[in-house]
């Protein structure tokens, strides 16, 4: 899986890189532009940025994993000596490092344009230290890398789908969008039913473990409309046990079938 992980490395890391490049200059520009004439206009634009470069490193992983699907470099891929999960596992590996340092770099920047805000409208001192609750930060951390990691999942899941069922490269592109459509909406809609089922919550903060929300709020941020918001996963994180259990099962579904399909059902020929 090693030797996997470093092709794929190997074959991605030069248009990550331009991607990763183009983002942080283009933000940097932005950023030296921001003054108190433009400070909507330019905070909207450093959050386009991010969110551009975000959907393109998912385009670019699902456009690699059609390949794999769809090319010649099928044949090298599925008569090497691994099993289906561990392509599917280093696979998905090698795109949350890719994923997770473009998120880095939206943190980063999204850090320094709230920074560079408040200090336009005069609020200078305000610390963004007291505002972080580090082991809240890890938690939701760890909860978003198993996020990208299912997300990244169901789209290999619905890659391999159409694969499976030898469509040509143009239907079977096609039908593996309309696939995770359909899935994302599904899975979605049942999600916001079993939160609203069993709504048993547990809330992690500086205060502790809890079943309701308790927490201190700067004086700073809840002057200011809207930042109470945006620092809120920085201080406490929530997690609805049912639908954390949803996700575990979705997660071993997709990795297991993606995994089944690609090693059992597959037909190069």
């Known amino acids: 899986m090693g030797k996997l992980m470093k092709y794929d490395l190997k074959g991605g890391y030069k248009k990550f890189s331009i991607l990763f490049i183009i983002t942080i200059i283009l933000n940097i520009v932005i950023l030296f532009k921001m003054n108190e004439d433009n ?4 905070s909207m634009l450093v959050l386009l940025v ?41 696979k998905v590996l090698v795109y949350l490092i890719w994923a997770l340092v473009n998120s880095i770099i939206i943190a980063v920047f999204f850090m320094l344009c709230m920074k560079k805000a408040t200090g ?93 929300m308790v927490i201190e709020s700067s004086n700073i941020v809840n002057n200011i409309a809207g930042l109470n918001e945006i620092f809120m996963p920085l201080k406490v994180a929530t997690i609805n046990i049912a639908s954390s259990i949803y996700d575990i099962v979705l997660f071993v579904i997709f990795f297991v079938s993606s995994s089944y399909l690609l090693e059992k059902k597959i037909d190069l020929k």
């Open 39 to 42: 400070l909507p206009l330019n």
């Open 50 to 90: 991010c969110f551009a470069s975000a959907l393109i490193v998912l385009i670019f992983c699902a456009g690699d994993f059609e390949k794999e699907l769809y090319e010649e470099r099928a044949y090298l891929t599925f008569t090497l000596p691994v099993k289906g999960r561990q392509i599917i596992a280093s």
């Open 120 to 212: 336009i409208m005069g609020i200078s001192n305000m610390s963004f230290s007291d505002k972080i609750y580090w082991p809240v930060v890890l938690i939701n951390i760890v909860s978003a890398i198993f996020s990208m990691a299912s997300f990244i999942l169901l789209l290999h899941l619905c890659t391999i789908l159409p694969r499976v069922a030898n469509l040509n490269v143009k239907l079977g592109k096609f039908m593996s969008g309309v696939i995770f459509i359909a899935i994302l909406v599904g899975i979605g809609y049942l999600g916001t039913k079993i939160g609203k089922v069993f709504p048993k919550s547990i809330y992690i903060s500086s205060k502790g473990i809890t079943d309701h």
